[in-house]
């Protein structure tokens, strides 16, 4: 159900989720030059041995380490937001590319699925997932969080469709 322009929600309130992570870019350059004068030090040991092409593989493995440094703070720039209003879910999805996907779900039969209910071990393979399901449409919510802050996140989205449903049934 899409709401007309000219519907203006009496109800409304957002999540912004993404996902933790814990070097900030001050953390970042003082990792880099810690390895990079490790591997300055180490290359002009080898240097002095005559061994002079060990400092191009050091140099590699310093720019592999920036590397994948890189892609995990472009990984970090994924968000979900979620939107309630009385009348529906709104959820947009944007991914570390900047691209936004919006998903629309009435607020009628919304409910919010834990699978499995169980939680388990920190150790398995597998890990619990947050769906929001209405009319057939299902949309996994923060599966790129960790699994510790599933339940909690849960609970946060329950409360909040339930909030909605409150507004709504108040404005009739």
């Given amino acids: 159900m899409a709401l007309s322009p000219l519907h203006t929600p009496e109800f409304q309130q957002s999540l912004t989720i993404w996902p933790h992570r814990s070097l900030s870019k001050r953390g970042f350059v003082i990792v880099m030059a810690a390895l990079g004068s490790l591997a300055f030090f180490i290359g002009l040991g080898f240097f002095l041995l005559g061994a002079w092409p060990v400092i191009g ?4 493995e ?4 920036w590397g994948a440094f890189k892609l995990n703070y472009r990984a970090a720039k994924q968000r979900q937001k979620l939107t309630a209003t009385e009348r529906e879910l709104i959820v947009e999805n944007v991914a ?6 919006i ?3 009435s607020a ?3 409910r919010v699925e834990v699978t499995p ?3 388990p071990e920190m150790s398995s393979r597998y890990r619990q997932r947050i769906y929001v399901t209405s009319h057939g449409k299902r949309t996994e919510i923060g599966g790129f969080l960790h699994p510790v802050e599933t339940p909690g996140l849960a609970a946060e989205i329950s409360t909040m469709l339930e909030r909605a449903r409150d507004a709504r049934m108040q404005t009739g």
Avoid: A, N, Q, Y
């Fill in 103 to 105: 998903i629309r779900m």
């Fill in 62 to 65: 310093i720019l592999v380490v």
């Fill in 57 to 60: 593989f050091l140099g590699l």
């Fill in 108 to 110: 009628d039969w919304l």
């Fill in 96 to 101: 570390p590319s900047g691209e936004t996907d």
């Fill in 117 to 119: 209910k169980e939680s």
